[in-house]
RNA sequence: GCCGGUGUGGCGGAAUGGUAGACGCAGGGGAUUCAAAAUCCCCCGAGGCAGCCCCUCGUGCGAGUUCGAGUCUCGCCACCGGCACCA
């Protein structure tokens, strides 16, 4: 007896259709063209399970699309640049140019066994100067466009280190490295002006019928559209050339019930005030520690410094009220500055309360108007509440209703005007490091900041850096930072800050199309493959990575590098979820968890032991991580079991969606099923059949062609999988002929081919097929195999099911309901009496409540 | 803290508001075998009743809508993703 063997199977179609050319992408005449994209990997090193899940979903729809008569793209990148590659030079020497492309050639050795049909000759890393030149190019066209532009902005510092940090090097407010306390500072830095889109960003969402639901409410929820009131609050006494302070609100309803006016610790007058003021400028010191992230902000302790100033109460006959600097507003949003209303926000209440400032109540509930104590009355902005002598002559009234009304009546008298304002905030695309994108600009004493000249591009990174001091080692570049303006001529000084990451990742998609290009795209086959038809990726990228590649779509139209019809570059979005695998863990002398490797522990009976009997704790499904020993590694399960294995037990257990959990008994099970079909097609059984068999063998492969064709084009390829299980089953057991046996074997094979495509070329080889698979026709369903002519229906009594009949697909409701009230279950239920109600769902159900 | 999501047997999960647990794993029993591996067949939510056809409970917790709720609504709890310099 032959083995099912994929260690030759799998290289020998591998080769077969490298040879074929079968998914080199083609722009050819009659034909529709489908483009599957999954998110480019980091080029870490190692292959990850994930990406074995990510790249084979990717890989199931494009063959998939192959086979059903479209030209496939279906392209592979690497996210090259960022932090790892120069952490790896600052710890183990060397350079982040060698250790990425290293990485790179690891990677791609070991995604090639996997068999993707991805077209390699398009293949290119965002830290190839081909590429990046070409970001420059787009960069220099953003800027001329007026879509970039400089700006002051905070970053985190380490002042031991004297270097920016990212923030995830910054931990419980301390450096990474040094420890040290970090500070937010100011640095002038360049930004694209995706606030400008922020309106169309939004609207554009309602049309993404083919993304998540959750993808476009949280990007709704970051862009964040609100209506408020802009308006001023006159100073007591004017002081440093100020006379009044600007505010923003999305609740001036509320106005009657300011306590202080909030300034931001970088609002203007709180700089101005600062420079007299030794006092505040210590509390405003204290108040810019710690991280920059939002979280960071919102969880600190709220800090605050009374600047002694008053303002005067836009609303006559009220009082002055203080102004205060505190560390919880946020220049970025607004002006900087508002006023605290704290009984209807709980920063305000909570501030308040620490600095003994009044509480005053402007609206109370309907059915309970007690005062506010410490916790802010908040209803939704959709719920009636009471208003307590309101200006605008509000009593019962909505919160929203209120806002309106107020602005209104606000606006009306002259004392502010209603406002449009997004959270969206401007795209900080500078980076204070080395492994980027060089922004390609020049700064010159006499021109200013000049664009460099695109014939000068790409401005390639200088090979010749070192990492062993904290800082940008282009900052510090003997040569490379000092050149001629492309002006004036004079001595001049290069931009030394590099670009964000995201900026490469937010327009690969496009150059996907036409990789070799000499400009960023090429028109006319950007105009062919555009969209991505089906982009797939991480959850974590749902508002980034996608909100940035959004923005950069309608960027590059406005600069002609695309169609107009790019504008949502992404059709159809899926976010799939992790692969998990169990932690085994003991509990080391010193009280701390002892982590331990897949390999060394035997599970029985689903307990864990190590080789000398000591039973092991089990955390199932956690994330994978290399400090916790539950990585596994795609190299050795295709060692073991083949790649078709791997590919087939990643989509099998979950839906595609959802985190999946690595177990060793689970690959081994995939692998037992594929070795089961490899031997339906070599060892054919030659039975001589009965023509009712045939034909029940024919009624379920019919069946099965359509619900795995169903379950492909809706990511249920769990749900395909286990119908393909059953049709495994049902051919093992068929009486059928050898004839209709082999056919539903082969199509069996072309039904798994998406998933296993290397065993499904076997099998189709073994079967008659003619040519390769991967270029054959996707099965078609018929119809008349479909059709079943009885059905059976459950009967319940009270909602309960208590017997069922079977009857005539297209019995009348009449007929159905005659035979249910002749049931044994429900005349012994209805003793004698009559049913209270009796509802028949035709096809369904039927409910008798007694 | 804010935004978004998830929660179903021992485990992964299935289920247009209509028979909860498809399919797979683990477990149990059997066939084949000198024996094993491999393969094949059967059973498998909990409890009751003792048996197959019956009853009760059961989809994170608590309410609600409905003839009928895993599915819809509200309130909790736990976990996961994001929070603008991780990618």
């Known amino acids: 007896m032959t083995r099912y063997t994929p260690a030759e199977i799998e290289p020998k179609w591998q080769e077969a259709w490298d040879k074929a050319e079968t998914f080199r992408a083609r722009r050819t005449e009659g034909k529709p063209k489908y483009y599957v994209l999954e998110m480019f990997p980091y080029p870490s090193g190692r292959i990850?399970?994930?990406?074995?899940?990510?790249?084979?979903?990717?890989?199931?729809?494009?063959?998939?699309?192959?086979?059903?008569?479209?030209?496939?793209?279906?392209?592979?990148?690497?996210?090259?640049?960022?932090?790892?590659?120069?952490?790896?030079?600052?710890?183990?020497?060397?350079?982040?140019?060698?250790?990425?492309?290293?990485?790179?050639?690891?990677?791609?050795?070991?995604?090639?066994p996997l068999g993707f049909g991805i077209d390699w000759s398009r293949?290119?890393?965002?830290?190839?100067?081909?590429?990046?030149?070409?970001?420059?190019?787009?960069?220099?066209?953003?800027?001329?466009?007026?879509?970039?532009?400089?700006?002051?902005?905070?970053?985190?510092?380490?002042p031991v280190d004297m270097t920016v940090l990212a923030n995830e090097q910054v931990i419980d407010g301390k450096g990474w490295r040094s420890g040290a306390e970090v500070e937010r500072r100011e640095l002038t830095q360049w930004f694209f002006k995706i606030s400008d889109m922020a309106g169309e960003l939004l609207d554009a969402l309602e049309g993404l019928d083919d993304w998540p639901a959750k993808v476009r409410l949280m990007q709704e929820n970051w862009i964040g559209r609100s209506r408020g009131l802009q308006f001023s609050w006159d100073l007591t006494e004017p002081t440093h050339g100020f006379d009044k302070i600007e505010v923003y609100t999305t609740r001036p309803d509320t106005l009657l019930g300011a306590s202080f006016l909030g300034l931001s610790p970088d609002h203007p007058l709180t700089k101005a005030l600062e420079t007299d003021n030794p006092d505040l400028a210590k509390a405003v010191a204290q108040m810019r520690k710690g991280g920059t992230t939002e979280e960071a902000l919102e969880k600190a302790e709220k800090l605050g410094f009374d600047t002694g100033l008053t303002v005067k109460h836009p609303l006559e006959g009220q009082p002055d009220i203080p102004v205060w600097v505190a560390n919880f507003i946020l220049m970025d949003y607004g002006t900087g500055a508002i006023f605290g209303s704290p009984a209807h926000d709980q920063r305000d209440l909570d501030f308040c309360r620490k600095y003994g400032l009044p509480v005053k109540d402007t609206f109370v509930a309907l059915d309970d108007p007690a005062p506010v104590t410490d916790t802010a009355f908040i209803p939704p902005k959709t719920e009636k509440v009471k208003w307590l002598d309101h200006f605008a002559g509000l009593d019962v009234a909505t919160g929203q209703e209120a806002v309106d009304t107020t602005i209104d009546w606000m606006e009306a008298r002259g004392l502010g005007t209603g406002v449009e304002k997004f959270r969206l905030r401007d795209w900080g695309l500078s980076r204070q490091r080395y492994w980027g994108c060089p922004i390609p600009v020049v700064h010159c004493d006499a021109c200013g900041v000049v664009p460099e000249r695109k014939d000068n591009l790409p401005i390639r990174l200088p090979d010749d850096v070192s990492f062993d001091v904290p800082?940008?080692?282009?900052?510090?570049?003997?040569?490379?930072?000092?050149?001629?303006?492309?002006?004036?001529?004079?001595?001049?000084?290069?931009?030394?800050?590099?670009?964000?990451?995201?900026?490469?990742?937010?327009w690969y998609f496009a150059r996907f199309t036409a990789p070799h290009a000499v400009t960023p795209t090429d028109m006319d086959d950007a105009a062919y493959?555009?969209?991505?038809?089906?982009?797939?990726?991480?959850?974590?990228?749902?508002?980034?990575?996608?909100?940035?590649s959004r923005f950069f779509a309608r960027g590059m139209i406005r600069t002609g590098h695309l169609p107009e019809s790019a504008k949502e570059p992404f059709d159809a979005l899926f976010t799939q979820g992790m692969v998990t695998h169990a932690i085994y863990q003991?509990?080391?002398?010193?009280?701390?968890?002892?982590?331990?490797?897949?390999?060394?522990?035997?599970?029985?009976?689903?307990?864990?032991?190590?080789?000398?009997?000591?039973?092991?704790?089990?955390?199932?499904?956690?994330?994978?991580?290399?400090?916790?020993?539950?990585?596994?590694?795609?190299?050795?399960?295709?060692?073991?079991?083949?790649?078709d294995t791997a590919r087939w037990f990643v989509l099998s257990d979950s839906p595609p969606e959802r985190d999946v959990e690595w177990t060793a008994s689970g690959a081994e099970a995939a692998n037992k099923h594929l070795a089961r079909v490899w031997r339906l097609a070599a060892e054919p059984s030659d039975e001589a059949?009965?023509?009712?068999?045939?034909?029940?063998?024919?009624?379920?492969?019919?069946?099965?062609?359509?619900?795995?064709?169903?379950?492909?084009?809706?990511?249920?390829?769990?749900?395909?999988?286990?119908?393909?299980?059953?049709?495994?089953?049902?051919?093992?057991?068929?009486?059928?002929?050898?004839?209709?046996?082999?056919?539903?074997?082969?199509?069996?094979?072309?039904?798994?081919?998406?998933?296993?495509?290397?065993?499904?070329?076997?099998?189709?080889?073994?079967?008659?097929?003619?040519?390769?698979?991967?270029?054959?026709?996707?099965?078609?369903?018929?119809?008349?195999?479909?059709?079943?002519?009885?059905?059976?229906?459950?009967?319940?009594?009270?909602?309960?099911?208590?017997?069922?009949?079977?009857?005539?697909?297209?019995?009348?409701?009449?007929?159905?309901?005659?035979?249910?009230?002749?049931?044994?279950?429900?005349?012994?239920?209805?003793?004698?009496?009559?049913?209270?109600?009796l509802i028949v769902v035709p096809g369904r159900i039927v409910n008798v409540v007694v």
């Open 48 to 112: 990850h399970i994930g990406h074995v899940r990510n790249y084979t979903m990717g890989d199931v729809i494009a063959r998939y699309k192959k086979a059903t008569g479209h030209n496939v793209l279906h392209p592979m990148g690497f996210d090259a640049f960022g932090m790892p590659a120069e952490n790896a030079a600052m710890k183990s020497g060397g350079h982040p140019k060698t250790w990425t492309y290293d990485n790179i050639d690891e990677m791609v050795r070991q995604m090639k």
């Open 689 to 837: 059949g009965s023509p009712e068999a045939d034909e029940a063998l024919l009624r379920d492969m019919h069946k099965t062609i359509d619900e795995v064709t169903k379950g492909i084009e809706s990511f249920g390829f769990n749900a395909a999988i286990a119908r393909l299980y059953a049709f495994t089953a049902a051919i093992q057991k068929s009486k059928a002929g050898a004839e209709t046996r082999r056919l539903a074997t082969r199509t069996l094979g072309q039904l798994m081919s998406p998933m296993t495509p290397h065993l499904a070329e076997e099998v189709w080889a073994l079967t008659g097929g003619e040519g390769l698979l991967a270029e054959a026709d996707w099965p078609k369903a018929d119809e008349a195999y479909l059709v079943e002519d009885t059905v059976t229906l459950p009967i319940q009594i009270n909602g309960k099911r208590r017997s069922e009949i079977t009857v005539a697909k297209d019995l009348s409701k009449e007929e159905v309901e005659k035979l249910a009230l002749a049931d044994d279950a429900v005349v012994k239920a209805l003793a004698g009496g009559q049913p209270k109600k």
């Open 471 to 506: 800082g940008n080692p282009l900052d510090r570049h003997p040569t490379w930072r000092d050149v001629d303006c492309p002006k004036c001529g004079k001595p001049a000084r290069r931009e030394t800050d590099t670009m964000d990451t995201f900026v490469d990742s937010s």
């Open 529 to 548: 493959w555009m969209n991505v038809d089906q982009y797939i990726g991480g959850i974590e990228h749902a508002i980034l990575h996608l909100l940035y």
């Open 123 to 158: 293949m290119f890393a965002t830290c190839d100067p081909e590429y990046y030149g070409q970001q420059q190019a787009l960069f220099l066209d953003f800027l001329e466009a007026g879509l970039v532009y400089r700006k002051n902005a905070v970053v985190n510092w380490d």
């Open 586 to 643: 003991t509990t080391g002398d010193d009280g701390r968890p002892v982590y331990h490797y897949p390999e060394d522990v035997e599970l029985r009976d689903g307990k864990g032991f190590l080789k000398d009997g000591t039973e092991v704790q089990i955390v199932p499904s956690a994330k994978m991580s290399k400090s916790k020993n539950n990585v596994v590694d795609p190299m050795d399960i295709i060692e073991t079991y083949g790649a």
